[in-house]
Structure formats: C-alpha cells, structure tokens
C-alpha cells in the first residue's frame, strides 16, 4: 500500500496577506441519519471525539471533530490513519438504524488560511458576513469560495479552515493565493 | 439580488448560495393519469404578478430543499417555510393576507 | 486661456509637482490635481470631438457628470480608453491620448458632419441607412464605423487583477460629502455598523467649495472635525475612491474602489467591488448642476458654474480671464463672487429672472461692482475652438442682439438636479419639485426591501435641499430614521449641526434661452454634449411621433452616451414637454439604471481571469497525463485527456494507436470522473425502481446492472451500471457531467416528493480513483498484480467484488463499455496515482498503453453503445434508441413512464437508432442531416434522420456511425444521402448498430 498523496502533496503559499497551506490527509466521514435518534449521535460522538454540534457548529479537538452539515448530515473527522476503522466501527454501531456513513477523506481537500487577515481573504470570496462579531470561532458555513462549493470554520480568530472537493483543489488554492495577494489588504475588520 | 433564508439550516444568504426551481405545491400524475391531468403537472404552471409560492434548494449550502413565498412584482419575501408540505402553513398565509389585504389564495 | 492661478488651490500640493502628457506633449501638474484641472492649468481646454458631428469639445463640468473630456490613458497592458479627465487623479507620468477624431485633435476630417447637421437630423440613420439594403454591410456600416465611435478597443491584455468583497452593514452611505459625513456620524453614534463611500480622492464634497458657516466655523473645519469622530468609531468604515454604483434588490449595493487608478503598478488589485449587504442605505450623492440651452452652448469655454467654481477654488486654475455668468439662480452668483475674488474679470452677470429686489448674493455681486442684467440670456456664443464671446438679448424676446460681450469662458447654470441615481435604481419614485424644478426622491414610495419596507433614505441636496443649513439637518434626520428603523437608539445628545442661511431669491425654469429661440438658434442649443443631441433634434422627435420619454430617448440617443444623459436627461425631457405642451411630471423621466458611472468590466469578473477564470476539476492522476502526452478536453468542468501523442505522432494517429492497442493489448482509461453515488436504505430498491426505467430492486448483491434514467418528460438524462452492495445499499455509476445533476435529482425527489421514504444518498464521486483496464491482457495484468482472484468463475461479466489487488484495497466492477474484457477498478483517490503506476509496471510487457476520451468513443460506437449528449440531446426517450429491453415492463411507474405514454412519444414515425455504414468506406460528417425527396413546408428538403456519431474506426478500417433515422429498424440495407456543409454528398448503408463483435465474446471470457 503507497502512502496517502493530498491533491496538492501539502503546497504553501505565505507571500501575501495570509498564509495558505493545503492539510492533510484528514480522516472524514460523512453520515446521514435522524439526529434526533440518540444511538445515531452516540455512534458519532464516539466516532468524532467531541461532544454533539448545535446547528451550523463545530467541535474540534485535535484531529477529531464533527460538523453540523444539515439537519440530518454530520462531517466527522479523525486521524486518516483510524478512518477505516472508525466507518467500521460506526457503521456496526449503526447497523439497525436507518443511517448512511460513508469515508470521504480522499474525496475532499482541506486547507488552512491563517494570519491577522484571514476574515479579509474569506470575505473575497464568499458570501458571508466575517465581521468579528457576526462569524466567531466553532461556527461551521457551506457556502461558496468564488466558483465551488465549499464549507469553512475558524479554528481561532486568526486561522480558517476550508474543506473543498479534491478536484477543485488547484482551483480553490490559486483563488485563495489571488484573495491574499500582497498589496490587497482591505482593512475592514481591523481599522488598518 | 435576493436575500434568501434557509429553513433547514436557519442561514439567511444571498442568492448565488440558491437555486430557485419555480413553482411549489405540484401535485405528480403518473401512469393512469388522463392526458389533462398529466398536462397540467407537467406543463401548465402559475406565473402570478404577485404572490408566489417557489420552490428554492440551497444548493451552495445545505443542499436542502424549501419553499419561499414571495411577491413577483416587488420581491418581497412573506417567508420560508419546509419542502415536506403540501400546501403553504397557515402563518404565512396569514402573513400574505396582512401584507396584500386583497390578496385570495387559489387566484393568483 | 485657461491658466493657474497665484493663490493655491484647496487641493493641490504645489510642493509636489507631477509630469504627464497629452497627445505626446509634456505638460506639468500637481498632486491632487485632477487630469482636467492640469490641463486647463496648461491653456488645453480643447479635449476632445463629440461623436456625431465631430464638434470641437471641452471640459463642461468638474466630476462624475463630465460629458465631453473622455481620453484614452495609459499604454499596453494598461491601456484604457473613455476615461473622464474630471474623475482622472493626476500622477508622474500619466499618459493621455484624446479620442474620436482623425487625423489630430486640432484638425478633424470629420468635423465637416457639423456642416452637414442639416442633413443629419434625429433618426438620421434609422432613415438613410435602410435602402438598399444590400449597402448595409458593405457601404454604410464600414464607413459609420470608421467615423464614429469613442476610444480604441485595448489591443493588450490586461497586466492588472481584480476582486471582490464581501462587507455587510446596518448602514450604508453614499456620498462623502457634508450630507454623508453628517448621515454617517449620526448613524454611527447608535452603534450600528457603518460603511461611508467616496467617489472621489477627498471628503466633504463640494461644500467647502461655495462656503458658508457651520456651528460658528468654516465648512472645512467642520468636515475635519466630523473626519476624526468617524475615525475614532470602531463601527464606522471611510473608504475614498469608492463609489456606490448601484443599488439592487434587498439592500444588495455595488461600491467601485479604484486602488489603484492614480497608481499603476501598485502591488495588488487594481479595481475591488465591493459587493455590500445593508440593512438600510443613504444615499447622500449630492446634485448636479444643469446648463442652459443657448447656442453655441458646447463650444470650448462654456461650462457649468459650479464647474468654473471648483477649478478656481479647488485647484487654483481659471478656466478664461473674462468670464460671463449665465443664470436663472442665485447660486451661479458665487462663480461669479469667486472669480472676482480671484482677481479675474466678470464683464457680466445675465440673469434670465427679473427680481423684485436683490437678497443675498446678488446683493453681493453687485456690492462688488459685477454688472447684473436681469432678464437677459444669451442669444449665442461666438467662438470655434474657444468661446470669444457671447450677444445678449432678452430672455422674453426671440434673441434679437442688444449687445455683444468679449469673453473667453461662460459660466451657465440652469439650477440644479439631485443625483437620484441609487435612489432610482432599485424602484424609488420621483416628485416634480417646482420651486427647484428638478425631480427629487418621493419619501413617501421609497425602494423595498425583502419585508416590503423601505430601505432607502435620500438625503441633502440628493433629496432636493439645497441650502447648507437644510442638507445637514436633512442629513441628520435621514440617519435619525434609519436608525429607528433598526431598532436602535440614539444617545440623547446627538443633534444637528447649525449652518448660517442665506437669504436667496427663487429660481426661474428657464429651458430655451431665449425663450422665443427661432430654429436658427435651436439648431445650435446642445442638449446632450457626447451625443450631439440638440433642442431641434427633441422637438423633432417629438413633431414625429416619438412621445414618449424612452422612445424620444432612443430616436435621438439623448442620454445615451457613457455620460448616461447626467448632464442632458432633465433638459431633454423639458423640451420635450414643451414641445409636446404637456408638464414636465407627466412626460417623466427614463430609467435609472445601475452602474451609476461606468465601472471596469474587470472588476466585475473580480479575480476569475488567467487560471482561475473558472474551476478547472482535475482527477488524482491528472498530472500523470500531462506528463505523458494528454492532449485534453473539457467534458463540463472537468478535463479529460482525448488522447495521449508520443513524439511527433498526430492526435488522429494518437487516437487510432490507442484503439488497435487496446482491442489487441491492453488499454488503460482514467474513469475517475464517472459519477458514483451511494442509495441507502430500507426504500433504496423501491427509490431505485423510479428513478431508473429497468427494474433495480431485484439485482442481487455482487451484480451490476446497466441502467436509464429519464426525466418526467420522458426523456433521457443519463445512464451508467448500478452495483448492488448489500441488502439496502446501491452504488449508481453517473455519466461524467451527471455526478452533481443527478444527485440532485435523487436529493429532489426524496426530499420534495417522497420524503417519507426512508433512503440516503451519498456523492462518492471523489472519493475513489477509477481506472478502466481494457483489453485482451486486461486479467493478466490484474494476475501480475495479485491479491485476489479475477478469473472468469470468481468475477463473472457483470459482477463486483472488494479485494485486494498488488497490496491496494480495491472495489473491481466487470463491467465493459468497450466490448473488450474489461475491469473497472476503484482505489481510494488518495492512492489512485499510485494504483495507475502499478498497472502500468505490470502492464508494461503486456502492451499497456493509456488511453484518451476519443478512443472510449470509438471502441463504444464500434459496438453500438449510446453515449449521453450524442444519441441523445434532450428530445429522445430511450425507445427510440432501441433500448426497450431496458425498460421495465413490470413496473407500475417509474419517472418518464407516463411521459413515454403520450401520443407523440408512441408515434411510429419518431427517428429510430440504427447504425450507418458509408458505401465507400469513408466517415460521415457528423451531424449531417438525411435527405429525402421534396421539401417542407419551409422550403427545405425533408430530413429523414441525422448522424449522432461518427467516426474512423481503425478495427474495421471504415466509418462506423449511429444516428436517428424515420422508420429505421425496418430500413436496413436502404442506402440515404447526407448532404455535407463541404458541399458533397455522402451515402450510407442502414445497417445494425453493432459493428464490431455482435455476439459479445470478446468481452465475455
């Protein structure tokens, strides 16, 4: 067995506003079922390490987290090493629901945008409102990033991180490297 | 360009985040159906200078499905509401009726 | 001539000089100079030519409204014609360029169009241009295209980037003025989130420009002040050089930034959008002066007052030494007082009113010894290139000459129009303001937002107030609104500012100067300045019919220009309703549509230009193909490789080796990009049953099933082999483009049709790298591989197993789309780069060779395989393609089975699928159509059928094709004539669709 290649093999790009870097590989599994249902939140919060997610929120601890998707989807996350076994585990744990889980680790890139302007960068790009006090730290948005689909969370004030499809990652790292270009600080968060 | 609320993930976004997919409430003919009936679903379709009631996904979001009912002549949104019903909630009917005092369901 | 003056500007900085040219000639100006005002600063008033008439042409105005100095600026990559000389920020090295005219500014051919203005009358050439027609493409269009027109297109690409932002706010102002200053620290004091917009380089507007006191001090000291209690608000953003373009739907507003503009080169994007979301909006965007229809209005020298007045004021640049003020307003009164002040001489102030007394600032004007005619206008304007004087008449009369003055400027003033622009945009109505006589926002029909409440405020002079005292407290009370329309609250100490008022006697409208102008005088009163439109033009338009404010609009192109008629509209639709006799209300006005101001079209692209332009998807082994030959191609975002050349080799010959290799050897195809989505649940099977048109939930586990899907139309939409996983689980392969569409699809109908069925879907398409392994090698080389057992009896045609295959976990699908044994193999995508190197190690003696898209086309139409997008285009139901032994029988209904049922969809004579084989081997044109005997209705020869594909098959050394032909099936052996667009006739053979191994036993070993 060779040994797991992101997308982009981990590029980094730190010339301008904000520092991009592409993570990984990161264990994810998609599940689908009634949140509602306790066996399907204990069988994920086994699984993701953290405690259950509010609606459009995330809890990470290390490598391991899950994000609220929708209202009966949940991205948990683990070590890439554990993602098998974990979907095993999981899906033995889920086998008398009516529950979907399923390894999406490979079909996904994740990068990470840091630096005091990183809020500048994500506002480029995305519909969302990253005032300070409107998006805060935990707080779990699909959305787009220019042209893909994608979904983002602030691991703390200064650090973002975007979950993308595979295919776009090239897309998506140029697009962010363009929204962090030098020279194109904005200054609308911080008063620069 | 549209503001748009999401009832399924309680985001309000703008609306490249959605797909609107025209009109709400269709009731499907299948095989067995008359040529009327099966006419009527799959081509005859509402298009009022006023209230409408829309079928909307967010595609670029929570992928999910809902209903809006909105104002075609001045955008304004009388709210969102779930995809899994067969006919608008009574709130927002009565939210139409504040708004377009003459306004008669089943007319427009 | 137009100079600098001795007492600075307000905002040049002599100590810091800039160098620039226009038309190849050096000239010097300041920082904080505008282009316009450094070349007035160089007696260049001529800068430019109108576009019909070719008319000699100056600055009129001093900002955004500018009708007539358009330049081309800059060089190359950042070359960019129709830029305003009055928005233009001046800096070292500028480079202009004047436009419309040739062979030189100073001499233009076609200027000899205003000779023939007679004969070039509104409409002219909607009615010169018609007959013969023939003439249109090659007499009248080349040579109106060579004569007309404003800058050059840029010839280089563009070296500059571009972005977008996204910023949301309670509050939005527009307009950096007093009015704005004041809206946006009254609105910044409840602590809402506050955006003020600029356009131009400085704030305060033109205020500080015509004076006045604000709480006991000067207008400057008021607007500093105001500057540093915004700054020290966290909740407040200033932004310069930003214009608000446009305002839309649910307090969706547009804001231009130009960073870069008045800097070329600065590291960074050149233009940002600012794409904001506010609560609620002010626009604060001030008013534009109007100028009077008088003849010879447009020659070089006459200009708008409050223009004359910024230059001396703000720049320290007098446009003429003599200059008369032309008003029907007390305002007009401060160029005047200015010039004067400016020690430069005003022969005369012609006033069109006759006043009862003098108040205020004609008191003022006297008091300084300006002669004041009341009741007099401007019979017309002497000059060519530049004004030398003007004759007086009476305003009443018909312009019968009382006196002529020598001057070299006019300052006009008609009163002044509020820039209602954002107001307008989004569906804010209007009111005739009559004292003013200008349209001013109607409060009472603001624009509305997504709760069917306004969120709009105009306020100061944009909402028709005019005097110091009344735009600033206006201002406040806009913001006082919009504040209690938040929900927020004010502290209690918040009040407004007190101006001084002066006392001011009203305007008089004045539309025709003189009133009674004979035609002679009309003809050479300008409207519309860019356009060439004049009074005569209108009341043309309006004697021919044209009544309407939009038709009279397009009829003589008044408005139309870049300029969008700021200038021109409000006197247009006066001389319109006077020469329709009707009120100015009545007539209206045209639409206000956004951008405000041209904004680049760059800047709306923001950064999806060069590579990222749009979202190119790639598999895990794209890189590999590029390495290795991949000449690709598109199939929606995603970039499959057509074929892979090795050295010199032609694509063609690239394509024909890949299809002999693999039929003979070994091929490998990259099918990562198939779609793959995971159907679980207890209803999975059932779901299945309706979204296919065979039968899903009886495919046992470990099998595969071929599979079509149809719309409720009937029609097909895609295709692809379905694997049963367990007892409720489903693996539906996609078409390449369907992966997202038919996701969506299935996520419709179970969540808007049968949300009670208990079924999930998952998109995999990304989680796995596929490969395709074709050919007569193809289980060796799986063998070479080892881990798992592939031969006939453990992996049957038609079945999946999970395995192990040269230590990667692997799912094998035995699954042909190319009549060759054939495996298709999933490894995770994370691995799929290294999967594809071991096959081509272990393929390596076996005669592995890559494959592209091309040759997958061709090995399935050798066997009669439709392909999505070819045999079917939107309009054919799988009938039609012969595929009834995929329609189950069985079911009740599936999507597109009642569709199926309609009359026409049974209709016999729908096109029915065979194959087509040319009778001289030769490969048919594709889409060529089948010609029969007679013609339509329409004239045209009937069409019996249509190529669907077609291509050189180098297995059979001939053209195999497929298409859709009348009664088909029961015309085989018929020979049909395809006319080809290469003007031959092509013939072909009906045949059966499967050309190549009928009975399938290459692909069943």
Same mark, same amino acid.
């Given at each position: 067995?060779?040994?797991?290649?992101?997308?982009?093999?981990?590029?980094?790009?730190?010339?301008? *506003?904000?520092?991009?870097?592409?993570?990984?590989?990161?264990?994810? *599994?998609?599940?689908?079922?009634?949140?509602?249902?306790?066996?399907?939140?204990?069988?994920?919060?086994?699984?993701?390490?953290?405690?259950?997610?509010?609606?459009?929120?995330?809890?990470?601890?290390?490598?391991?987290? *899950?994000?609220?998707?929708?209202?009966?989807?949940?991205?948990?996350?683990?070590?890439?090493?554990?993602?098998?076994?974990?979907?095993?585990?999981?899906?033995?744990?889920?086998?008398?629901?009516?529950?979907?889980?399923?390894?999406?680790?490979?079909?996904?890139?994740?990068?990470?945008?840091?630096?005091?302007?990183?809020?500048?960068?994500?506002?480029?790009?995305?519909?969302?409102?990253?005032?300070?006090?409107?998006?805060?730290?935990?707080?779990?948005?699909?959305?787009?990033?220019?042209?893909?689909?994608?979904?983002?969370?602030?691991?703390?004030?200064?650090?973002?991180?975007?979950?993308?499809?595979?295919?776009?990652?090239?897309?998506?790292?140029?697009?962010?490297?363009?929204?962090?270009?030098?020279?194109?600080?904005?200054?609308?968060?911080?008063?620069? | 360009?549209?503001?748009?609320?999401?009832?399924?993930?309680?985001?309000?976004?703008?609306?490249?985040?959605?797909?609107?997919?025209?009109?709400?409430?269709?009731?499907?003919?299948?095989?067995?159906?008359?040529?009327?009936?099966?006419?009527?679903?799959?081509?005859?379709?509402?298009?009022?200078?006023?209230?409408?009631?829309?079928?909307?996904?967010?595609?670029?979001?929570?992928?999910?499905?809902?209903?809006?009912?909105?104002?075609?002549?001045?955008?304004?949104?009388?709210?969102?509401?779930?995809?899994?019903?067969?006919?608008?909630?009574?709130?927002?009917?009565?939210?139409?009726?504040?708004?377009?005092?003459?306004?008669?369901?089943?007319?427009? | 001539?137009?100079?600098?003056?001795?007492?600075?500007?307000?905002?040049?900085?002599?100590?810091?000089?800039?160098?620039?040219?226009?038309?190849?000639?050096?000239?010097?100006?300041?920082?904080?100079?505008?282009?316009?005002?450094?070349?007035?600063?160089?007696?260049?008033?001529?800068?430019?030519?109108?576009?019909?008439?070719?008319?000699?042409?100056?600055?009129?105005?001093?900002?955004?409204?500018?009708? &007539?100095?358009?330049?081309?600026?800059?060089?190359?990559?950042?070359?960019?014609?129709?830029?305003?000389?009055?928005?233009?920020?001046?800096?070292?090295?500028?480079?202009?360029?004047?436009?419309?005219?040739?062979?030189?500014?100073?001499?233009?051919?076609?200027?000899? &169009?205003?000779?023939?203005?007679?004969?070039?009358?509104?409409?002219?050439?909607?009615?010169?241009?018609?007959?013969?027609?023939?003439?249109?493409?090659?007499?009248?269009?080349?040579?109106?295209?060579?004569?007309?027109?404003?800058? !050059?297109?840029?010839?280089?690409?563009?070296?500059?980037?571009?972005?977008?932002?996204?910023?949301?706010?309670?509050?939005?102002?527009?307009?950096?003025?007093?009015?704005?200053?004041?809206?946006?620290?009254?609105?910044?004091?409840?602590?809402?989130?506050?955006?003020?917009?600029?356009?131009?380089?400085?704030?305060?507007?033109?205020?500080?420009?015509?004076?006045?006191?604000? &709480?006991?001090?000067?207008?400057?000291?008021?607007?500093?002040?105001?500057?540093?209690?915004?700054?020290?608000?966290?909740?407040?953003?200033?932004?310069?050089?930003?214009?608000?373009?446009?305002?839309?739907?649910?307090?969706?507003?547009?804001?231009?930034?130009?960073?870069?503009?008045?800097?070329?080169?600065?590291?960074?994007?050149?233009?940002?959008?600012?794409?904001?979301?506010?609560?609620?909006?002010?626009?604060?965007?001030?008013?534009?002066?109007?100028?009077?229809?008088?003849?010879?209005?447009?020659?070089?020298?006459?200009?708008?007052?409050?223009?004359?007045?910024?230059?001396?004021? &703000?720049?320290?640049?007098?446009?003429? /030494?003599?200059?008369?003020?032309?008003?029907?307003?007390?305002?007009?009164?401060?160029?005047?007082?200015?010039?004067?002040?400016?020690?430069?001489?005003?022969?005369?102030?012609?006033?069109?009113?006759?006043?009862?007394?003098?108040?205020?600032?004609?008191?003022?004007?006297?008091?300084?010894?300006?002669?004041?005619?009341?009741?007099?206008?401007?019979?017309?304007? !002497?000059?060519?290139?530049?004004?030398?004087?003007?004759?007086?008449?009476?305003?009443?009369?018909?312009?019968?000459?009382?006196?002529?003055?020598? $001057?070299?400027?006019?300052?006009?003033?008609?009163?002044?129009?509020?820039?209602?622009?954002?107001?307008?945009? $989004?569906?804010?109505?209007?009111?005739?303001?009559?004292?003013?006589?200008?349209?001013?926002?109607?409060?009472?029909?603001?624009?509305?937002?997504?709760?069917?409440?306004?969120?709009?405020?105009?306020?100061?002079?944009?909402?028709?107030?005019?005097?110091?005292?009344?735009?600033?407290?206006?201002?406040?009370?806009?913001?006082?609104?919009?504040?209690?329309?938040?929900?927020?609250?004010?502290?209690?100490?918040?009040?407004?500012? !007190?101006?001084?008022?002066?006392?001011?006697?009203? %305007?008089?409208?004045?539309?025709?100067?003189?009133?009674?102008?004979?035609?002679?005088?009309?003809?050479?009163?300008?409207?519309?300045?860019?356009?060439?439109?004049?009074?005569?033009?209108?009341?043309?338009?309006?004697?021919?019919?044209?009544?309407?404010?939009?038709?009279?609009?397009?009829?003589?192109?008044?408005?139309?220009?870049?300029?969008?008629?700021?200038?021109?509209?409000?006197?247009?639709?006066?001389?319109?309703?006077?020469?329709?006799?009707?009120?100015?209300?009545?007539?209206?006005?045209?639409?206000?549509?956004?951008?405000?101001?041209?904004?680049? %079209?760059?800047?709306?692209?923001?950064?999806?230009?060069?590579?990222?332009?749009?979202?190119?998807?790639?598999?895990?082994?794209?890189?590999?193909?590029?390495?290795?030959?991949?000449?690709?191609?598109?199939?929606?975002?995603?970039?499959?490789?057509?074929?892979?050349?090795?050295?010199?080799?032609?694509?063609? /010959?690239?394509?024909?080796?890949?299809?002999?290799?693999?039929?003979?050897?070994?091929?490998?195809?990259?099918?990562?990009?198939?779609?793959?989505?995971?159907?679980?649940?207890?209803?999975?099977?059932?779901?299945?049953?309706?979204?296919?048109?065979?039968?899903?939930?009886?495919?046992?586990?470990?099998?595969?099933?071929?599979?079509?899907?149809?719309?409720?139309?009937?029609?097909?939409?895609?295709?692809?082999?379905?694997?049963?996983?367990?007892?409720?689980?489903?693996?539906?392969?996609?078409?390449?483009?369907?992966?997202?569409?038919?996701?969506?699809?299935?996520?419709?109908?179970?969540?808007?049709?049968?949300?009670?069925?208990?079924?999930?879907?998952?998109?995999?398409?990304?989680?796995?790298?596929?490969?395709?392994?074709?050919?007569?090698?193809?289980?060796?080389?799986?063998?070479?591989?080892?881990?798992?057992?592939?031969?006939?009896?453990?992996?049957?045609?038609?079945?999946?197993?999970?395995?192990?295959?040269?230590?990667?976990?692997?799912?094998?699908?035995?699954?042909?789309?190319?009549?060759?044994?054939?495996?298709?193999?999933?490894?995770?995508?994370?691995?799929?780069?290294?999967?594809?190197?071991?096959?081509?190690?272990?393929?390596?003696?076996?005669?592995?060779?890559?494959?592209?898209?091309?040759?997958?086309?061709?090995?399935?139409?050798?066997?009669?395989?439709?392909?999505?997008?070819?045999?079917?285009?939107?309009?054919?139901?799988?009938?039609?393609?012969?595929?009834?032994?995929?329609?189950?029988?069985?079911?009740?209904?599936?999507?597109?089975?009642?569709?199926?049922?309609?009359?026409?969809?049974?209709?016999?004579?729908?096109?029915?699928?065979?194959?087509?084989?040319?009778?001289?081997?030769?490969?048919?044109?594709?889409?060529?159509?089948?010609?029969?005997?007679?013609?339509?209705?329409?004239?045209?020869?009937?069409?019996?059928?249509?190529?669907?594909?077609?291509?050189?098959?180098?297995?059979?050394?001939?053209?195999?094709?497929?298409?859709?032909?009348?009664?088909?099936?029961?015309?085989?052996?018929?020979?049909?004539?395809?006319?080809?667009?290469?003007? !031959?006739?092509?013939?072909?053979?009906?045949?059966?669709?499967?050309?190549?191994?009928?009975?399938?036993?290459?692909?069943?070993?």
């Amino acid at each position: 067995m060779s040994k797991p290649v992101t997308a982009l093999g981990g590029a980094s790009d730190a010339t301008g *506003i904000a520092t991009v870097t592409e993570m990984g590989p990161m264990g994810m *599994i998609t599940l689908r079922g009634d949140l509602s249902v306790k066996a399907v939140t204990k069988a994920a919060v086994a699984a993701g390490g953290v405690t259950m997610p509010d609606q459009r929120m995330c809890n990470t601890e290390g490598a391991g987290g *899950i994000a609220w998707m929708s209202p009966d989807e949940l991205l948990i996350m683990c070590d890439y090493e554990h993602v098998h076994a974990k979907l095993a585990d999981l899906q033995g744990k889920l086998a008398k629901e009516h529950a979907l889980a399923v390894n999406v680790s490979d079909a996904r890139a994740v990068f990470r945008v840091s630096g005091p302007h990183t809020r500048e960068v994500i506002a480029k790009l995305a519909p969302v409102d990253m005032h300070p006090g409107s998006f805060t730290p935990g707080m779990f948005r699909r959305t787009r990033f220019a042209q893909v689909a994608a979904a983002f969370w602030m691991v703390d004030d200064q650090t973002a991180q975007i979950i993308c499809f595979r295919s776009v990652a090239q897309y998506l790292f140029n697009t962010l490297n363009m929204a962090a270009q030098d020279g194109s600080l904005v200054g609308h968060f911080s008063k620069a | 360009m549209l503001s748009i609320h999401c009832p399924n993930c309680g985001i309000t976004a703008e609306e490249t985040e959605f797909h609107a997919h025209g009109e709400a409430h269709l009731t499907r003919y299948g095989p067995g159906s008359t040529d009327d009936q099966f006419e009527s679903y799959l081509f005859m379709r509402r298009n009022p200078k006023g209230v409408h009631f829309e079928r909307w996904r967010h595609q670029n979001g929570c992928g999910k499905w809902f209903h809006v009912a909105r104002c075609t002549m001045t955008l304004e949104v009388f709210g969102s509401y779930s995809a899994q019903t067969y006919a608008p909630p009574q709130e927002i009917l009565d939210h139409i009726k504040d708004r377009r005092p003459g306004w008669n369901e089943g007319t427009t | 001539m137009s100079t600098r003056l001795a007492n600075k500007g307000r905002l040049v900085d002599t100590s810091k000089p800039l160098s620039f040219t226009f038309n190849g000639k050096n000239l010097r100006g300041y920082a904080g100079d505008t282009l316009a005002s450094a070349l007035l600063a160089n007696d260049q008033m001529l800068m430019g030519r109108s576009f019909k008439y070719h008319r000699p042409r100056g600055v009129v105005a001093s900002g955004a409204e500018e009708p &007539n100095a358009l330049v081309n600026l800059g060089r190359e990559g950042r070359f960019e014609p129709n830029q305003r000389v009055t928005t233009t920020s001046l800096f070292d090295g500028l480079e202009a360029t004047s436009q419309n005219h040739w062979p030189s500014l100073e001499f233009d051919v076609g200027a000899v &169009n205003a000779r023939l203005s007679k004969f070039l009358p509104a409409g002219f050439y909607y009615k010169t241009f018609m007959y013969p027609r023939a003439f249109w493409k090659h007499v009248y269009e080349p040579v109106i295209r060579h004569s007309a027109g404003l800058g !050059k297109a840029p010839k280089a690409r563009d070296v500059d980037t571009y972005e977008h932002f996204y910023a949301f706010c309670d509050v939005l102002v527009v307009g950096g003025g007093v009015a704005g200053l004041q809206a946006a620290l009254t609105a910044g004091r409840s602590g809402a989130r506050v955006i003020l917009l600029e356009q131009t380089d400085h704030w305060g507007g033109r205020a500080p420009v015509d004076g006045g006191q604000i &709480n006991g001090g000067t207008v400057d000291a008021y607007i500093a002040e105001t500057l540093d209690a915004l700054r020290s608000m966290d909740n407040v953003e200033l932004r310069l050089r930003t214009m608000g373009a446009g305002v839309y739907d649910h307090g969706y507003a547009l804001g231009y930034e130009q960073l870069s503009d008045h800097a070329p080169g600065t590291p960074g994007p050149r233009h940002r959008l600012w794409r904001i979301r506010a609560a609620q909006i002010i626009t604060a965007t001030g008013a534009i002066e109007r100028p009077l229809s008088f003849a010879g209005n447009d020659i070089p020298g006459v200009m708008l007052a409050s223009a004359v007045r910024d230059y001396v004021v &703000n720049y320290g640049v007098s446009v003429g /030494d003599r200059t008369v003020v032309v008003t029907n307003n007390d305002n007009a009164y401060l160029t005047a007082i200015a010039l004067k002040h400016a020690g430069l001489d005003v022969p005369v102030i012609l006033d069109a009113r006759v006043l009862p007394e003098d108040l205020g600032l004609v008191a003022q004007a006297k008091a300084l010894g300006i002669r004041v005619m009341m009741g007099h206008a401007i019979a017309s304007v !002497k000059g060519g290139k530049r004004v030398t004087g003007v004759t007086v008449c009476a305003q009443a009369g018909e312009g019968a000459v009382l006196e002529e003055i020598p $001057c070299d400027a006019v300052a006009m003033s008609g009163g002044w129009s509020p820039v209602v622009h954002l107001w307008s945009h $989004c569906g804010g109505k209007l009111r005739w303001d009559t004292a003013h006589a200008c349209f001013s926002p109607d409060a009472d029909n603001p624009p509305k937002g997504a709760d069917g409440m306004g969120f709009v405020t105009a306020a100061g002079a944009a909402s028709g107030m005019f005097a110091l005292d009344d735009v600033l407290n206006d201002a406040h009370v806009a913001a006082e609104g919009v504040v209690t329309c938040l929900d927020m609250k004010l502290p209690k100490d918040v009040a407004a500012p !007190k101006a001084e008022r002066r006392e001011e006697s009203p %305007l008089a409208p004045v539309w025709m100067m003189p009133q009674g102008a004979p035609a002679k005088l009309r003809e050479k009163a300008w409207l519309d300045y860019q356009n060439d439109v004049k009074v005569s033009d209108v009341r043309l338009a309006a004697q021919e019919g044209f009544v309407s404010v939009e038709h009279a609009k397009r009829y003589t192109t008044l408005g139309m220009a870049t300029d969008q008629g700021k200038l021109s509209n409000i006197n247009g639709l006066a001389t319109l309703a006077g020469a329709l006799d009707a009120e100015i209300p009545a007539v209206g006005t045209t639409t206000f549509r956004p951008p405000y101001h041209p904004i680049s %079209l760059a800047s709306i692209a923001g950064e999806a230009k060069n590579d990222i332009f749009q979202p190119i998807r790639r598999t895990p082994m794209h890189d590999w193909h590029e390495a290795n030959g991949a000449e690709f191609e598109p199939v929606g975002q995603w970039r499959r490789p057509y074929a892979f050349k090795r050295g010199m080799e032609s694509t063609h /010959d690239a394509v024909m080796r890949e299809v002999k290799n693999t039929r003979e050897k070994l091929g490998l195809l990259d099918a990562s990009t198939l779609g793959k989505l995971i159907v679980k649940g207890p209803d999975a099977g059932k779901f299945l049953d309706m979204m296919y048109t065979n039968m899903m939930s009886t495919l046992k586990v470990g099998k595969c099933r071929y599979g079509l899907m149809c719309s409720e139309n009937g029609f097909l939409i895609d295709d692809g082999v379905v694997a049963r996983i367990d007892e409720d689980t489903w693996l539906c392969h996609t078409t390449t483009g369907g992966a997202e569409s038919i996701h969506a699809h299935m996520e419709e109908w179970l969540q808007t049709e049968w949300w009670d069925w208990k079924v999930y879907v998952a998109n995999v398409t990304e989680q796995y790298a596929q490969v395709a392994v074709v050919g007569p090698n193809a289980r060796k080389a799986l063998e070479k591989l080892g881990g798992m057992d592939v031969s006939k009896e453990a992996l049957g045609f038609m079945e999946w197993v999970d395995g192990t295959l040269g230590g990667f976990p692997v799912r094998v699908y035995r699954i042909s789309f190319s009549g060759e044994l054939s495996y298709e193999i999933a490894v995770d995508a994370s691995h799929g780069q290294a999967f594809w190197d071991a096959l081509m190690a272990v393929g390596a003696d076996l005669g592995a060779m890559p494959y592209g898209t091309e040759c997958l086309h061709i090995l399935r139409a050798e066997k009669g395989f439709i392909m999505i997008g070819d045999e079917t285009d939107g309009t054919v139901i799988p009938q039609d393609l012969g595929l009834n032994w995929a329609i189950s029988k069985k079911k009740e209904d599936y999507l597109g089975k009642r569709a199926q049922e309609r009359s026409h969809m049974t209709d016999p004579s729908r096109w029915k699928l065979v194959g087509l084989e040319t009778t001289d081997r030769s490969t048919l044109p594709d889409g060529a159509y089948a010609v029969a005997e007679g013609t339509n209705e329409n004239g045209q020869r009937n069409m019996i059928g249509r190529v669907t594909s077609t291509y050189h098959s180098p297995t059979l050394d001939r053209g195999v094709a497929m298409g859709l032909v009348l009664n088909g099936p029961d015309r085989m052996g018929e020979v049909l004539t395809f006319p080809g667009t290469d003007g !031959k006739e092509y013939q072909a053979k009906i045949v059966n669709p499967v050309f190549y191994d009928p009975d399938g036993e290459k692909q069943n070993v």
